[in-house]
């Protein structure tokens, strides 16, 4: 028990920093407050909590169910295996809704009702930005899996996805050199993710000499189903007698629509081969791959990576989920590889205190599912591996290119107003960084 | 004018309700009752009062708009767009004050909109953004915009005497087109990811959560209790009468003389702007406002919560939003108790959507006066 | 001709016959492990050169090996790198052949050998080097897969080739192909030019992406500035600087790229420059602390170019002077002006055609989309166009129709019969769920049709959380029979997905069969009599209740097979319903309620107005979905009560 009282205490003091305020009269009454949280804590049994913040209902329900249950497992593989730091972990489970402001709701209650040790949760970029202000304002720690589009670096939030250079970059890359693509066409869902990573594309293919004329892009909403004359027009690229590449970035069940219609036209990949970076193992469960055989993905993960630790990962996610035709997927990885780093951390730093397990966190590394492994940068995000992916007829992707591990850049060097800024936590205290005028552009995110 | 009665109690429960959240607050007393929890009861009395205007424009006028919550969602961005735009703007000028050179104002404007727009790739202000630094202009296009469109939409139906279920399909359209309008990046309201941080109330960031959030809780208070009473007011004179009267026979009313498009459309105004300003009161509380939340479906709950709540009582409008929303966050916030039943458990965060809409189903079929019905039930018990 | 001809054989002879010689004692195992690096971890940019080096060997059994390779076919065993066959990729453990003889050479687990995966642009170039041993091959597919490589990566050595083919080839496709290929690449590699003019010519009126590409190519510009027009260029055109092809801006830098003019300054390089020269708190004599407008930046900037200190700005008056100074222009990277001239004549015309068809291909998809609309709200026609019940639940049985068709997939193998089981099934299903429905919650509510509003909303978020329960949330496939599952190629604009045909005939087959049911048979009139006024139906003997289960029967069961056909072209998810609901609405309000014609009416002016929206602002579909919503509202303020409005007493209100 001598053992379980350090965390308490420490965790009591986080709590009481951020309550902290000049008034006296206030602060005798939080310390009262404190005094009898220790006791309730103490009541509650020692035990760590990790909260899982991904909407089981609603649109993204689709997709974060399936990350509440890789959670489960892994805080259930875990306890076997003895706990942390002697506690046993208990998840704690909200549904958010697919709901944006019901985020911050869910994230406030998970620290400040739940009092969760760490959040596991979101993958709309719209839902990050609204938990962000929430997490920075109480200090809380939040795992971020999911792919996104950069320009960002919390304190608060490890990003154990991948950020464009770590997929979007190496994929266009891959078009432009190995696949010798010259007129682009970028397609995407109307929101954020795409819009900011098509602008770096832009500008990245710009760079690399491909002409404005030759980048044909185009937004469709979420869910969208009427895909023949976008597909028609991609088709007309050709005409400039170039070879044509679509860049996919639509999201969720909207690709269903867009491979069938591909697939009618008669598009092979190696007509016109599309890249995509939101279409996973998962997505692929609802479509005949038949016909997309060859067409491409970009991830840091594929289920088809031949490794012994992803054989144990997927068949201890078979045995948990009970059905041995789910697929696992880059976000589940990502998952993996946060909570096996936070374990370390807080191994590490004996506390689950968010600004020691911070500390602890650079340099961390744990071994990824993909053979190799992944370590926490000063700018929160992860060293990992690019693999590029085509699809075969069994829903599986074989990996036809894997590169060394890339450092995630939270700032694209691609834009001119990003390029300039930095992110160094350890270093500088700061995620927004401006190199030239050596100042940090501000402590709080950008949300 | 029995109506009337219910005023004072209603505004007694209220300050009761009020004082003892306060005395239970994180700020102001024991801490039973927690910031976010706090929030949650602050964006409850906001829907209320979206649903007291919506019972004005239904339960009162038969009006059954299903675009009410579009007036909401504008009362929103309009407060977002200036709590934003000071915001970064103080973040920008304390960066650009480390500079050697003393900043312009065109360099702070930039970098301001730079710092806000660069999110969905843009840098340049839309021109709807035009009022954003101003508060006491915001405040003002908080109700004025919402007021507009809906005169301008309301002053179109009416005219050409769309009515029923026809108005309610149109304004479903409404509804999903400014939402829809509002997801394209380049309509320059952020697209999907909308206006966020708006907890972070510029001027008051050495002041916590607790405490904003309380205060927050108490303008609800007050907005809510001011136009119940307003509300009362209204239906309890002639006005009243002939607004009833032109729920339940348009017709009739028209042949006796009566301008009944002007009335509905000044109903119809009224409440879009009591919208307006329950939004803008709502979404600092929230955090965030993006498109969907003006998605057809929100509206449609509104009509719901006035439905079960009972409709043409006002008090029922805000038992109604406060019973369905307060009950989906407690089943939905991991609160609730699964129920093992051996082999079968019933997870409630699966379950309640399901059990939500069998109970529209109920209330419709055998409750038709809703929540406020048995209110009514048990007044007239006592009496007799 | 004849010269061609022999120059083409005598290149064949060159490649096969000299260099065979040395090859002779060496085992193409040998040649290809020389380059075994290369082979096994090809790039596009480099394999090109290995290519090369094995063809000049010229050994028999290579071209064998490159088709192999290139199909993915090929493995190298692990432990000494050797090249080999397998038998069948499904056995285990794998037998090796080899890649000379074909014969056995031994076995290997999946882990001791590693394939061959050379990825899509190696492929093309081994496609190119394999060009010249496919185009006389005996399979009509092979040879098509050359002209393919042709097409896709035009080289001088194929010319004698393809013409040779074109002489000798009887397959009328791949004449087709033959007589688009030959003229590219005459026009790219002759040297005469009235010959590639003529070649030109052959090409007008060939919508082909193929004959487009070759023109474009030739068309390609390339944008200059100079004093003085340069003689020797092709110019295709004079651009003036502030046209709507080149901005004022543009055009100036432009001139400063080419050191033609002296740069501008921005505000952000003009304060870089006032930092760097600051002198005891002043800039040029100004103060730091007041630098805080433009007005005074300029005068300290001024003072340090008059002191020299930083590089003067030029005027807006010396901007002018500079743009009027020189010339801009687009210039063909084709010398020949007779050329690019015939091409551009022809391209035109072929442009002016395949516009034409671009509106046709329009059109179609305009149709396709009014289809699917008019399939969504067909059911919604009757339901709430006849009876006038509202209901929100609607666009849920579409998504059981569509999950009914998902299952009958997984008990039923065959797609084609599983659909045909599927289709019937689905209306039994959802018209047994309307039934109930009507029977347990909408009855009640016939005098209070707002409120079924709310009811049928209730149900419908149950009805989506009770299939996400059972089924979950991902998307579940639903897979098209192989002979639905291609398109209808016109031409290489015209196209259509053989789907979309389908659901368009269905959608025609429901409202023949519809309209049949309503104005021809008597469960029709009887459900226009109680629609029109129960009571007095029902003193006609007619038995309003059972008409009104029936009614309602009947348009969820053609909702639920809606769901079928829109589950078979976009996605199965809980919440497809959703996405049609309040479309469907206003399809049945704009058409007008009441009549299934109004319907169909409905559905082709919403499907292909939102098709000319797209067209006009092609790269935002949301816009387009905006403004076509934003029609409908102001289409129902000048006609409130739709396109076909129910007149007299049957109106109602």
């Not at chain 3, 469960?523 to 029936?550: C, F, K, Y």
Request: with cysteine; hydrophobic share 50%; aromatic share 10%.
């Amino acid at each position: 028990m001598a053992d379980n009282n350090t965390p308490i205490r420490i965790h009591v003091a986080a709590r009481a920093k951020y309550l902290y305020t000049p008034e006296g009269a206030h602060m005798k009454k939080l310390l009262l407050a404190s005094a009898l949280s220790l006791v309730s804590a103490h009541a509650a049994s020692a035990e760590i909590r990790v909260g899982i913040l991904h909407s089981l209902t609603g649109t993204m329900a689709i997709s974060e169910t399936t990350l509440r249950d890789v959670m489960l497992m892994l805080i259930e593989q875990q306890n076997a295996a003895g706990g942390l730091l002697g506690e046993e972990i208990v998840p704690v489970v909200v549904d958010p809704a697919s709901d944006w402001p019901l985020f911050a709701e869910r994230a406030r209650e998970l620290l400040t009702v739940h009092e969760v040790d760490v959040i596991f949760g979101a993958w709309t970029s719209v839902s990050r930005k609204s938990v962000l202000p929430v997490i920075e304002e109480l200090n809380g720690l939040m795992f971020y899996p999911v792919q996104y589009e950069g320009e960002e670096s919390s304190r608060n939030v490890f990003y154990t996805g991948a950020a464009p250079n770590q997929q979007a970059i190496p994929a266009v890359d891959y078009f432009l050199e190995e696949l010798g693509v010259e007129t682009f066409a970028l397609l995407g869902t109307d929101y954020v993710y795409p819009r900011t990573t098509n602008r770096i594309l832009e500008q990245y293919l710009l760079d690399a000499g491909i002409p404005q004329e030759n980048i044909f892009v185009n937004y469709t909403p979420f869910g969208h189903s009427d895909w023949s004359s976008i597909v028609a027009d991609v088709q007309a690229l050709g005409e400039g007698g170039q070879q044509v590449g679509v860049i996919s970035t639509i999201n969720g069940d909207a690709n269903i629509g867009f491979y069938n219609e591909l697939a009618a036209a008669g598009i092979e990949a190696d007509d016109i081969p599309v890249v995509a970076f939101s279409v996973g193992e998962e997505e692929l469960a609802g479509l005949d791959t038949g016909p997309l055989v060859g067409h491409l993905a970009a991830w840091n993960y594929f289920q088809s990576a031949d490794t012994p630790e992803n054989e144990a990962f997927i068949s201890a996610w078979h045995e948990f989920i009970g059905d041995e035709n789910r697929p696992t997927n880059d976000p589940m990885e990502a998952h993996y590889i946060g909570f096996n780093m936070w374990v370390q951390a807080v191994e590490a730093a004996g506390t689950t205190d968010v600004d020691a397990v911070r500390e602890a966190m650079y340099g961390l590394e744990v071994p990824n599912l993909t053979g190799g492994t992944a370590v926490m940068l000063p700018n929160h995000h992860l060293a990992k591996p690019v693999l590029i992916g085509e699809i075969e007829a069994d829903g599986q992707f074989s990996i036809i290119s894997q590169t060394d591990p890339v450092p995630g850049d939270a700032w694209t060097d691609f834009l001119p107003e990003s390029a300039v800024l930095v992110s160094d936590w350890p270093g500088l205290e700061c995620g927004m960084y401006n190199t030239e005028t050596e100042t940090c552009v501000q402590i709080q995110s950008n949300y | 004018m029995t109506r009337n009665r219910s005023v004072p109690i209603f505004i007694a429960i209220l300050a009761a309700f009020a004082l003892g959240v306060t005395v239970m607050s994180e700020a102001y007393g024991t801490g039973a009752i927690s910031v976010s929890f706090t929030k949650v009861l602050g964006m409850t009395l906001c829907l209320c009062l979206a649903a007291l205007a919506m019972d004005l424009v239904w339960g009162y006028c038969g009006i059954l708009s299903l675009g009410h919550f579009a007036f909401f969602g504008l009362g929103g961005y309009g407060i977002g767009m200036w709590l934003m735009t000071a915001r970064t703007e103080a973040v920008v000028r304390a960066n650009l004050a480390n500079q050697v050179i003393p900043p312009t104002e065109a360099e702070v404007s930039d970098a301001t909109a730079l710092q806000i727009f660069s999110v969905v790739g843009g840098e340049d202000w839309p021109w709807m953004w035009a009022a954003s630094d101003s508060l006491f202009l915001s405040l003002v296009l908080i109700v004025l915009v919402p007021g507009l469109l809906a005169l301008v939409f309301g002053w179109l139906a009416f005219r050409s005497r769309v009515t029923g279920v026809y108005l309610s399909i149109l304004t479903q359209a409404m509804t999903l087109a400014l939402s829809l309008y509002l997801f394209q990046n380049d309509t320059g309201l952020r697209g999907n990811n909308g206006l966020s941080g708006l907890q972070n109330i510029p001027g008051a960031e050495a002041i916590g959560q607790d405490r904003i959030s309380i205060w927050f809780f108490w303008a609800s208070a007050a907005a809510l209790g001011l136009t119940y009473i307003g509300a009362a007011w209204l239906v309890s004179g002639k006005f009243g009468n002939i607004v009833r009267g032109i729920r339940d026979d348009e017709q009739r009313v028209r042949f006796l003389g009566y301008k009944v498009e002007a009335y509905k459309l000044f109903v119809f105004t009224l409440t879009g702007m009591i919208c307006g300003i329950a939004g803008a009161l709502y979404y600092p509380q929230a955090g965030i406002i993006n498109p969907d939340e003006i998605a057809p479906i929100a509206s449609i709950y509104l009509a719901v919560w006035v439905a079960i709540g009972g409709r043409g009582r006002l008090y029922g409008a805000v038992i109604g939003a406060a019973v369905v929303s307060l009950l989906s966050t407690y089943f939905t916030g991991g609160r609730a108790p699964d129920i093992n039943l051996g082999l079968f458990a019933i997870e409630w965060v699966d379950w309640w959507p399901v059990l939500l809409g069998l109970g529209f189903v109920l209330v419709t079929l055998f409750a038709p006066k809703g929540l406020g019905g048995l209110v009514d039930y048990f007044v007239r018990k006592d009496r007799t | 001709m004849q010269h061609l001809l022999r120059i083409a054989i005598i290149v064949a002879i060159s490649l096969f016959l000299t260099p065979a010689a040395q090859a002779q004692d060496l085992s193409l195992q040998d040649i290809l492990q020389d380059h075994a690096e290369q082979i096994a971890d090809p790039s596009r940019r480099t394999v090109g050169e290995t290519l090369d080096a094995l063809v000049a060997t010229g050994h028999p059994d290579l071209p064998g090996f490159l088709t192999r390779w290139q199909s993915r076919e090929a493995y190298q065993r692990d432990a000494d790198g050797f090249f080999v066959y397998v038998e069948d990729e499904d056995a285990d453990p794998l037998v090796l052949l080899d890649i000379s003889t074909g014969e056995a050479i031994g076995t290997a687990g999946s882990r001791e050998i590693t394939q061959l995966r050379p990825n899509g642009g190696v492929r093309r170039v081994i496609g190119g080097a394999l060009v010249q041993f496919q185009l006389g091959a005996d399979d009509p597919a092979i040879r098509l897969e050359a002209l393919d490589a042709i097409a896709d990566d035009p080289e001088e050595s194929y010319l004698p080739l393809v013409e040779a083919r074109l002489e000798a080839e009887e397959d009328p496709a791949i004449r087709a192909r033959l007589e688009v290929v030959l003229p590219g690449l005459i026009i790219a590699f002759a040297e005469d030019d009235q010959t590639r003019v003529d070649a030109i010519r052959t090409l007008d009126g060939n919508v082909s992406l193929d004959a487009r590409a070759t023109l474009n190519r030739i068309l390609s510009t390339r944008r200059g500035v100079a004093e003085a027009l340069p003689e020797e260029a092709n110019i295709a055109a004079i651009l003036e600087p502030g046209s709507p092809a080149l901005s004022r801006d543009d055009a100036y830098d432009m001139l400063v790229q080419s050191d033609l003019a002296p740069p501008l300054i921005s505000r952000a390089e003009q304060r870089d420059v006032l930092a760097a020269n600051i002198v005891d708190g002043r800039v040029g004599g100004v103060p730091v602390a007041t630098l805080n407008s433009e007005e005074a930046r300029d005068t300290a900037y001024a003072a340090l170019v008059d002191a020299d200190l930083a590089e003067p700005i030029p005027t807006s008056a010396e901007v002018d002077a500079a743009l009027a100074a020189h010339t801009f222009f687009d210039a063909y990277s084709e010398p020949s002006a007779a050329v690019t001239r015939a091409a551009r004549t022809t391209l035109d015309s072929i442009e002016s055609r395949v516009g034409v068809y671009r509106f046709l291909d329009l059109s179609l998809d305009g149709i396709s989309l009014a289809s699917i609309y008019f399939l969504a709200a067909i059911g919604l026609a009757i339901t709430f166009g006849v009876m006038g019940v509202i209901n929100m639940a609607h666009g849920e049985f579409i998504m059981i129709g569509a999950y009914t068709g998902y299952v009958v997939q997984t008990l039923i193998a065959d797609y084609t019969l599983s659909i045909a089981v599927a289709l019937p099934l689905a209306f039994l299903v959802t018209f047994a769920l309307g039934v109930l429905m009507e029977r347990s919650v909408i009855r009640w509510l016939y005098h209070r049709p707002l409120e079924t509003l709310l009811a049928t909303f209730g149900i419908s978020i149950a009805l989506q959380q009770i299939i996400r329960q059972i089924f979950g949330t991902q998307a579940r496939p639903f897979t098209p029979p192989d002979w639905l599952a291609g398109a209808v190629t016109v031409n290489d604009v015209i196209s259509i997905s053989s789907i979309r045909i389908a659901i368009f005939i269905l959608g025609v087959i429901f409202f023949v069969l519809l309209w049949l049911i309503l104005n021809r048979t008597r469960l029709g009139l009887e459900v226009r009599a109680v629609t029109q006024n129960p009571a007095m139906a029902a003193s006609m003997g007619i038995n309003p209740d059972r008409i009104n289960m029936m009614t309602f029967g009947l348009g969820s069961g053609i909702a639920g097979v809606a769901g079928v056909a829109i589950g078979l072209f976009a996605q199965v998810t809980p919440d497809m319903g959703a996405n049609y609901i309040v479309q469907s609405f206003m399809t049945v309000v704009v058409g007008g309620v009441g009549n299934i014609f109004g319907t169909l009416i409905g559905a082709g002016m919403i499907g292909s107005l939102q098709k000319a929206i797209e067209w006009l602002n092609p790269t935002n579909t949301l816009a387009a979905q905006t403004y076509m919503i934003l029609f409908v509202i102001l289409f129902i303020q000048f006609r409130p009560r739709g396109i076909i409005a129910l007149r007299g007493r049957a109106a109602g209100d």
